[in-house]
T-cell receptor
Framework: ETGVTQTPRHLVMGMTNKKSLKCEQH?????MYWYKQSAKKPLELMFVYSLEERVENNSVPSRFSPECPNSSHLFLHLHTLQPEDSALYLCASSQEFGKGAEKLFFGSGTQLSVL | GQNIDQPTEMTATEGAIVQINCTYQ??????LFWYQQHAGEAPTFLSY??LDGLEEKGRFSSFLSRSKGYSYLLLKELQMKDSASYLCAVRDSNYQLIWGAGTKLIIKP
């Protein structure tokens, strides 16, 4: 039990589909993150929410749309994805955003395959 | 640009010691993290260094030299369960986390 739960664990979708990834944290944290992890590449930060407000949006294509309805839940809505979007999508949370020693707690990720 | 370098893959023997290096060039420095990630699982926090020197936690130790832009993670008495990827990350002057691509550690009996 990591305290951060992601569903689904695996997702296969066509380029015309619409799907959503869900993340829930049970740690009482104030910041939540979406990361993309591709093989042999560094983690790429996609979005950050602090106290339910988006504070980071790192030039992510509009086919990825985040939603943070409350401090415990984070969604990533996907539509018209490309095959190069296939990757592991990790959700993380931290007590606060932007502090030096702040460590991240990750979920196990959603392995996404776009056909 | 900002960059974190760590070896792609390392192999070590059960019971031995292994050192995983991480060098960084970043805009400022506000701490360095090591995370462990088993295949198909969540990355988990191992250590945080912000001052020079060695931090020891059981079988794992992490070292930092800010003047050299260098850190290492030292794993002693290796166990098969230590087979995982080890991720180095640096927090820069804007408190952004800059990540390395990770080092896959393979432990052989």
């Amino acid at each position: 039990e990591t305290g951060v739960t992601q569903t689904p664990r695996h997702l296969v979708m066509g380029m015309t589909n619409k799907k959503s990834l869900k993340c829930e944290q049970h740690l009482g944290h104030n910041a939540m993150y979406w990361y993309k992890q591709s093989a042999k590449k560094p983690l790429e930060l996609m979005f950050v929410y602090s106290l339910e407000e988006r504070v980071e949006n790192n030039s992510v294509p509009s086919r990825f749309s985040p939603e943070c309805p409350n401090s415990s839940h984070l969604f990533l809505h996907l539509h018209t994805l490309q095959p190069e979007d296939s990757a592991l999508y990790l959700c993380a949370s931290s007590q606060e955003f932007g502090k030096g020693a702040e460590k991240l707690f990750f979920g196990s990720g959603t392995q996404l395959s776009v056909l | 640009g900002q960059n974190i370098d760590q070896p792609t893959e390392m192999t070590a023997t059960e019971g031995a010691i292994v050192q995983i290096n991480c060098t960084y060039q970043t805009s400022g420095f506000n701490g360095l993290f090591w995370y462990q990630q088993h295949a198909g699982e969540a990355p988990t926090f191992l250590s945080y260094n912000v001052l020079d020197g060695l931090e020891e936690k059981g079988r794992f130790s992490s070292f930092l030299s800010r003047s050299k832009g260098y850190s290492y993670l030292l794993l002693k008495e290796l166990q098969m369960k230590d087979s995982a990827s080890y991720l180095c990350a640096v927090r820069d002057s804007n408190y952004q986390l800059i990540w390395g691509a990770g080092t896959k550690l393979i432990i052989k009996p």
